[in-house]
């Protein structure tokens, strides 16, 4: 038996990748929700109802798909550093994460073909070196902070990291074994090993 039609409800090259990498064709489609945070929400609900609202937006314009969303912010405390819309915006943001350990959690959604949603809080957290005002001035002007979280593109900017706990996939964008357990809960044949990139051990 086949699975069913599969979709991405990201615009994150990044995530694309992570979940091609688990050997399952998909689409993607773009959900268009506010992500504004709620009055006095906690960060932790922010994450996981962004999620849930990207995920029920392209269910519903799919039905019978089973659908894939997912939500990355960084935090700081209470603090929820978005995708800064600015290069003065991104200078601030590495600023406030110089020399602090922040937390990257992902929030991952998925409906399956009958509506069904599961769903999961993956954490992690990293601690940035303390930064010099030519480091910062360097990475903004490469314009790799754009369409990220807090400004840091982690495949780009891993030499910053003094310390990281927690899933790597996932501060990258899509924890890889949370998220097969939920494509398989939802009838989604995974297969990583059947991945074009996938190498034989020598």
């Not at 993607?28 to 906690?42: F, G």
């Not at 350990?101 to 599961?118: E, F, L, M, N, Q």
Request: positive net charge; hydrophobic residues 50%.
């Amino acid at each position: 038996m086949s699975s069913p039609a599969l979709i991405l409800a990201s615009r994150s090259p990044m995530r694309a990748k992570l979940l091609a990498s688990l050997g399952v064709p998909f689409t993607v489609a773009i959900a268009d929700v506010d992500e504004t945070p709620l009055r006095h929400e906690h960060p932790l609900h922010y994450v996981q109802r962004v999620a849930l609202a990207k995920a029920r937006t392209v269910a519903a314009a799919h039905p019978g798909c089973v659908v894939l969303a997912a939500d990355t912010p960084v935090l700081l405390g209470r603090r929820i550093l978005q995708n800064p819309a600015t290069a003065e915006e991104a200078v601030a943001m590495l600023r406030l994460q110089s020399n602090r350990r922040v937390h990257i959690p992902t929030a991952v959604v998925v409906i399956d073909a009958s509506g069904h949603v599961r769903s999961t809080l993956v954490p992690a957290w990293i601690k940035l070196k303390a930064l010099s005002e030519p480091e910062i001035a360097a990475y903004v002007a490469s314009g790799l902070w754009q369409g990220t979280s807090g400004g840091v593109k982690g495949e780009a900017a891993e030499a910053w990291f003094v310390k990281m706990a927690g899933s790597r996939s996932g501060y990258l964008g899509l924890p890889l074994y949370e998220t097969a357990k939920l494509l398989s809960a939802a009838g989604i044949v995974v297969e990583p090993f059947n991945h074009p990139a996938a190498t034989p051990l020598a």
